[in-house]
């Protein structure tokens, strides 16, 4: 095979290992699907003016290819287009992508440093997946959509801020980002999915807005390092293993009208001796103890108040105004349960 050749758009070099050098003919407007898919020793290339579509793993598993400029003009990147360049550092997506494909840059353990354009609106499934080495990334505002596992196994992020029009993180969005240390959400998000933390280790806090509704089955599981979390009264359900495995888990605060699914808090260490401490088995027997020992002390108060404004209304039978009850005479009118409740909030 040869190690040098000219693309005319029709051409497909696919897995031609001894492949280094690439040029285009003149009016080249497009790359074609798998055109240079494992051609493993392409070191670099660059994508000349006019050429406006990359198509589906284009540049799949080019091994060696460690830079590629993208022209101004390129509107669409196909799925997979750069897949498994794992020696690709950088890269600048052009103001006229608004799209990047679902596994684009998946497993390009290399890449440091990318500039997505502000006239991003979607970023795809498993878009930078296994990008072991990506430090930091700006997400531009205009992102709208960020697919599940978008930032899978990014082992080395840091931090990420998440613009306000994504309402959803989806299915393993941050999964195994063990660097992570601090995110921001954002106010409109309405779901957390299933896995998108799991396995955040160095995620020490994180703040969940008022407007979500659901965290999914793992979504925190081995988040080791989270200390505290309070989760908003909007939300209704906490999927199975939700924060499994959060050994520094210490504070939790949370509505008694939350449904917490099986799982949610095993292992949860710290959580977990604070429910021995009072003889139970469980986190969840924990919780709802609590949550049945607000409610009894909401009831008692609301008798307490009931009782006391009785009195001060009723009238003695020769028209003058009762005696408010004493301590004493409040204790003999309540049961014994709420009485011990009483001593015990009070």
Not at 71 to 78: A, F, K, S
Not at 167 to 193: E, K, V
Not at 216 to 237: H, M, N, R, W, Y
Not at 317 to 329: F, M, N, R
Request: hydrophobic fraction near 40%; charged fraction near 15%; proline fraction near 4%.
């Amino acid at each position: 095979m040869p190690s040098s050749a000219v693309y005319s758009g029709v051409e497909s070099f696919s897995d031609n290992d001894e492949l280094t050098e690439v040029t285009f003919a003149k009016g080249v407007t497009s790359i074609g699907d798998e055109a240079f898919r494992g051609c493993s020793s392409l070191a670099a290339i660059t994508i000349p003016e006019g050429v406006t579509t990359i198509g589906e793993r284009a540049f799949e598993g080019c091994s060696s290819l460690a830079a590629i400029t993208i022209p101004d003009g390129v509107i669409t990147i196909g799925h997979n287009a750069f897949l498994g360049c794992s020696s690709l550092a950088a890269i600048t997506i052009p103001d006229s992508v608004t799209k990047i494909s679902n596994a684009t840059f998946w497993g390009c353990s290399s890449l440091a440093a990318i500039t997505i354009p502000a006239s991003m609106m979607t970023i795809g499934q498993g878009a930078f997946c296994r990008c072991s080495t990506l430090a930091a990334i700006t997400i531009p505002d205009g992102v709208t959509l960020i697919g599940w596992a978008a930032f899978s196994r990014c082992s080395s992020l840091t931090a990420i801020t998440i613009p306000y029009g994504v309402t959803t993180i989806g299915p393993g969005t941050f999964q195994r980002c063990s660097s992570l240390t601090a995110i921001t959400i954002p106010d409109g998000l309405t779901t957390i999915g299933k896995h998108a933390f799991n396995g955040c280790s160095s995620l020490t806090a994180i703040t969940i807005p008022d407007g979500v509704t659901t965290i999914g089955d793992a979504a925190f599981q081995e988040c080791s390092s989270l200390t505290a979390i309070t989760i908003p009264e909007g939300v209704t359900k906490i999927g199975e293993a939700a924060f499994r495995d959060c050994a520094a888990l210490m504070k939790l605060s949370l509505s008694p009208a939350i449904s917490v699914e099986s799982g949610a808090f095993v292992n949860c260490t710290a959580l977990i001796a604070a429910a021995a401490d009072q003889n139970m088995s469980t986190v969840e027997d924990l919780l709802h103890s609590r949550w049945h020992r607000i409610l009894e002390r909401v009831t008692v108060l609301s008798c307490l108040k009931t009782l006391f404004t009785d009195q001060k209304k009723r009238k003695r039978q020769d028209g003058g105004e009762a005696q408010t009850l004493g301590v004493t005479a409040v204790r003999k009118r309540l049961p014994k349960v709420m009485w011990r409740v009483i001593l015990e909030f009070l």
